[in-house]
C-alpha cells in the first residue's frame, strides 16, 4: 500500500507502509511543516507496517523540532506494530496515546 498523508482537524494522519522506500517523502513533507507550523500533530495509528528507517526518521523531525521550539506530537501507542517498533529502538518515549 501506497504511503498517504491526511490532515483533519490539524492531525497529519500517516496511512500505509512507512519504510526505508518511502521516508523521503515523509521527511520533505514534514519539514516543509516545520517551517511554516507552530505546531504539529502526527498521527501513526493507521499504519500497517512501519521499520527503523521510518522511526529513526520520525525521530529525527522529533528532535528537529524541538531544537526549533515548535511543538511536536507523535501518537501512536494504540498501534501495536509501532509501538514494539518504537520500543525497539527505545524510542517509544516520544509516542503518546492521543492529544491533550
Known amino acids: 500500500m501506497a504511503l498517504q498523508i491526511t490532515n483533519t482537524a490539524g492531525i497529519y494522519e500517516i496511512n500505509g507502509e512507512l519504510n526505508a ?3 523521503v517523502s515523509l521527511n520533505n513533507h514534514f519539514n516543509a511543516l516545520l517551517e511554516s507550523s507552530k505546531m504539529i500533530t502526527l498521527s501513526l495509528n493507521k499504519l500497517n507496517d512501519i521499520d ?5 526518521a ?3 523531525l522529533y528532535r528537529k523540532a524541538l531544537s526549533s521550539n515548535k511543538i511536536f506530537y507523535i501518537i501512536g501507542q494504540e498501534n ?3 509501538n514494539l517498533q518504537f520500543q525497539s529502538e ?3 518515549y516520544i509516542l503518546r496515546k492521543d492529544v491533550l
Request: aromatic fraction near 6%; glycine fraction near 0%.
Open 21 to 23: 522506500q518511502n521516508v
Open 80 to 82: 501495536e506494530k509501532v
Open 90 to 92: 527505545k524510542l517509544n
Open 52 to 56: 527503523t528507517y521510518a522511526v529513526s
Open 58 to 60: 520520525i525521530a529525527t
